[in-house]
């Protein structure tokens, strides 16, 4: 089940984001990963199971292989008479650093662990295992996802109006745009 699929374009943004800058990060040295408070054993487990239950893999299962390419993409760029090498060096790339977004899970799950209490926590999975929690998996991407269209279409609509404002006021002055 892909229940965190209407979510996906925002971690798909946040991703893109992360892969736009990896070439030019592979050049610079490697930033230190952000503090997070250290949480209980127990905590972290919980928080992996609410990301399980949201089954938030899916946002970063891509995340090794998309780097690798785009960080060989932006190797091109600079090296194009190494084509054909950086094609064979990435696949040996994408084969070391396979398994390695499991890193992301790992950390979104000390983050979740340590903004949430233990309890907290136990009660969410508590939650997401009843059958509301379970509906609100199941229903709440697409509530999402209509809701980023509605905003979308709302905001194209709204732009209309706001140009006819302008549009208009601009006329008082004198002047037709």
Not at 56 to 75: D, R, S
Not at 96 to 124: C, H, P, V, W
């Amino acid at each position: 089940m892909k229940r965190f699929s209407g979510l996906l374009s925002a971690a798909t943004l946040a991703v893109g984001l992360a892969l736009a800058s990896a070439p030019a990060m592979a050049q610079q040295q490697q930033p230190a990963p952000p503090k997070v408070k250290q949480s209980s054993p127990a905590a972290i487990a919980y928080a992996k199971e609410i990301l399980a239950l949201k089954n938030v893999a899916t946002m970063y299962a891509g995340a090794v292989p998309g780097i690798v390419e785009k960080t060989k993409t932006g190797l091109l760029q600079q090296y194009l008479n190494y084509q054909k090498d950086l094609d064979e060096v990435a696949v040996i790339v994408a084969k070391n650093m396979a398994g390695r977004e499991k890193e992301i899970g790992e950390g979104m799950a000390q983050i979740y662990a340590s903004e949430f209490t233990e309890q907290e926590l136990k009660d969410l999975v508590a939650f997401y295992k009843s059958p509301l929690g379970q509906k609100l998996l199941t229903s709440e991407p697409k509530a999402i996802t209509d809701s980023l269209n509605y905003m979308q279409q709302w905001a194209q609509q709204f732009g209309v109006i706001v140009a006819a404002q302008f549009k208009a006021e601009m006329k008082k002055r004198g002047k037709d745009i």
